[in-house]
């Protein structure tokens, strides 16, 4: 017995060694030769055209599959570039259609940082065409003051212009109802399933921030185009142009193909200069080793509870994980040479409990003595507002959309509609009424009503209370601006909802200031997020592979069978019931904030 237990200890080992040990030595091996160096003079390319997240993904086998561009990866290697006597200028292509005009602020910012040290850019473009927000590339396009566009290319930016599809008489005719309540007339996110049009409040708020947004991108490109604000929005609404024209009237300074403008980029950077990409420079940068540590605390997504990697697939995180962000915060707290925190928030909201959470855990690591300096990226508006109003500071770009203080919930009746189809479905429950309340059989009882809409009146009192405590405003102040509104950076700067316009740097020069730290000083920034490990990302890997195999097994059965569409409906409607969003969550089924 006793040789038994050693033979199968032996062949455990041996298991081990040639399944787990050798291919995780061999993967390392592979990326430690596999990461890039600078050799020499470079040029850095930045290719826009691709979808970017506002913050970070990274994952262990990047080097492999190529990891996502991110705004503040970009931000943050730009600003090493600057710095790089390596880095000799930056080409930049742009994106023939619209960017998030708050992330092509933070990156035009960190061009001017590049150009103020003597470093050329330039960008080219192949076209411009009439996207919602194509006048955020233009803009981007003008910081470089080096802008190409390619020969017999279409210039159209003559504006920003949005849709909104509208449901509410497709539901009538299909017996759907929407029962929603909102706090207030400014929360228009389920507005579509309920009207037919855009209701004045609507239509206020949303060109509200329009012409904002549309009024800085205007004021940044002129800037940069040294020329009138109100001059280059009158040239740029005469529009569209060819590319010819385009340079005839100064919004363009030279045409010329993509491999000409590249060259071009690589004769100014001198003798020997290469292409390099940025993603491959990024990886040749170590991080800093001397200097004060401020922690650094990513926010990307919906809000949501739960615990890291509940949530997550193989490409990182689908949200914005209470557990995960709050024990960050903690972590940030218990750390002596932590010496400050910036909490970058990119999120439409969610979950109010979830968001609370968050927010009571920035408040211990302000009772430890660490300023939190929130960042806002693209848009921190409802739960993601709620997550940010307690900070010590809040620094938020001119176009980021934030505040959006307000609460919508309910549900759809489809009961009808499926009746229509022969479809049958009937509710048992057993205890009080409300336990069908959210049936989606039928619409609200006068009672169920009643009683969605005082739980809705208190998240949106508490969230008033909680906005008017971080940020130390009259509690009738906040009432009078909030009513679900969303506002712009430069907005929200007037209404005192953010104390600063600026990208992610500026909110570190801040968290700076606070900590007493000497500006001029370099610091260390660490990020305090849960990161992924190989043996996590192999775990998920070999989790998401059975669940794939699971998947198409089961489509096949699903494409021939009507029943199970119903079904995989339902469990759609389960999992996004799951998120328990009761304050921000994108899909409108428990009572929401966007």
């Known amino acids: 017995m006793k040789q038994f237990f050693i033979t199968l200890a032996a062949v455990v080992t041996a298991l081990l060694i040639v399944f787990v040990v050798l291919p995780i030595a061999l993967v390392i091996g592979i990326a430690s030769a596999s990461k890039p160096k600078v050799a020499g003079n470079v040029v850095l390319s930045l290719d826009l055209r691709q979808a970017m997240t506002d913050q970070s993904s990274k994952q262990p086998l990047d080097f492999l599959t190529g990891g996502k561009l991110s705004t503040i990866d970009v931000v943050t290697t730009l600003h090493h570039a600057a710095d790089d006597p390596k880095v000799k200028g930056v080409f930049i292509r742009l994106p023939e259609g619209g960017m998030s005009p708050a992330a092509a602020e933070e990156i035009r910012n960190a061009i001017v940082y590049v150009r103020r040290a003597n470093k050329p850019v330039l960008a080219h473009s192949q076209g411009l065409y009439p996207d919602t927000m194509v006048v955020a590339s233009y803009m981007l396009g003008a910081s470089s003051g080096n802008l190409w566009m390619q020969p017999h290319a279409s210039f159209q930016v003559t504006g920003i212009s949005t849709s909104t599809m509208f449901l509410k008489r497709a539901f009538d ?120 540590v401020i922690a650094v605390i990513d926010g990307e997504g919906a809000i949501m509870t739960g615990r890291a990697g509940s949530r997550s697939t193989f490409g990182g995180s689908q949200g914005m994980i209470s557990d995960e962000i709050a024990n960050a915060f903690y972590k940030a707290a218990k750390d002596s040479s932590v010496k400050a925190v910036v909490f ?97 059989n039928q619409a609200f009882t006068p009672a169920q009503r009643a009683a969605v809409s005082g739980w809705i009146d208190e998240i949106y009192n508490g969230f008033i209370q909680h906005v008017a405590t971080g940020r130390k405003l009259p509690e009738a102040t906040v009432r009078d601006i909030a009513k679900g509104r969303v506002w712009t950076g430069e907005q929200a700067l007037g209404l005192h909802l953010v104390d600063r316009l600026g990208g992610f740097y500026d909110a570190v020069d801040v968290a700076k200031s606070l900590a007493k730290i000497d500006a001029k000083a370099d610091v260390r920034l660490i990020n305090y997020g849960e990161r992924a490990t190989l043996f996590g990302a192999a775990k998920q890997g070999v989790h998401m592979g059975i669940s794939g195999a699971k998947a198409l097994s089961f489509l096949g059965w699903a494409m021939s069978d009507p029943k199970a569409e119903m079904m995989i409906q339902q469990a759609s409607d389960e999992r996004l019931r799951e998120r328990g969003a009761n304050v921000l969550a994108p899909e409108p089924y428990q009572p929401s904030m966007r």
């Open 344 to 440: 970058r928030v990119s999120s439409p909201g969610g979950s109010d409990t979830a968001s609370e959470q968050i927010a009571q855990a920035m408040q211990a690591a302000k009772a430890a003595g660490k300023p939190v300096v929130v960042s806002m990226g693209e848009y921190a508006a409802s739960g993601g507002y709620w997550v940010s109003s307690g900070a010590s500071s809040i620094v938020a770009n001119p176009s980021t959309l934030t505040g959006s203080i307000g609460v919508f919930g309910g549900k759809f009746a489809i009961g009808d509609a499926l009746s229509r189809f022969g479809i049958d479905d009937r509710d048992i429950s057993v205890g009080g009424t409300y336990a069908q309340a959210f049936s989606q």
């Open 173 to 292: 005719k299909y017996g759907i109802k929407a029962e929603y309540e909102q706090r207030y007339e400014f929360k228009n996110a389920v507005n579509p399933y309920l009207y037919s049009d855009y209701t004045p409040a609507h239509r206020e708020a949303t060109l509200g921030w329009m012409n904002s947004i549309y009024g800085s991108m205007i004021k940044a490109a002129a800037a940069d185009r040294r020329t009138d604000a109100g001059k280059l929005k009158s040239t740029l609404e005469a529009g569209p142009y060819g590319a010819e024209q385009a340079l005839k009237l100064g919004l363009v300074d030279k045409l010329g193909q993509v491999q000409e403008a590249e060259d071009a980029a690589l004769q100014r950077a001198g003798d020997g200069a290469k292409i390099m990409d940025i993603g491959d420079y990024e990886r040749t940068l170590a991080p800093g080793m001397s200097g004060d």
